[in-house]
Nanobody, 116 residues
Framework: QGQLVESGGGLVQAGGSLRLSCAAS????????MHWYRQAPGQQRELVAG???????SYEDSVKGRFTISRDNAKNTVYLQMDSLKPEDTAVYYC??????????WGQGTQVTVSS
């Protein structure tokens, strides 16, 4: 059974940086595209960034140029480097894994709070 564990969330001032990590276990990591989603209070969960097994990244428009997704297949870990953070980035951030065969896993989420 696969498991995803996020870490790295916290409280930061606007303009600051955080680096989220998501460690995967129980899955063949290279067979999964990895994604970061976020959900702010009262809002739907939205896709922030994704990265294919070979490392091709994609980003939601509001985070382009500020966030960087990367993965270390040797460590079964995906990262989200978040720079120039804004108060509107405040949300619970979730790691999501999906294989080409449709198997999916979610992490438990990590809170990111950006103060103005």
């Amino acid at each position: 059974q696969g498991q995803l564990v996020e870490s790295g969330g916290g409280l930061v001032q606007a303009g600051g940086s955080l680096r989220l990590s998501c460690a995967a276990s129980g899955i063949t990591f290279t067979m999964y595209a990895m994604h970061w989603y976020r959900q702010a209070p009262g809002q739907q969960r939205e896709l922030v960034a994704g990265i294919e097994s070979r490392g091709t990244p994609s980003y939601e428009d509001s985070v382009k140029g500020r966030f960087t997704i990367s993965r270390d297949n040797a460590k079964n870990t995906v990262y989200l480097q978040m720079d120039s953070l804004k108060p509107e980035d405040t949300a619970v951030y979730y790691c999501f894994a999906k294989s080409r065969y449709g198997r999916e896993y979610w992490g438990q989420g990590t809170q990111v709070t950006v103060s103005s």
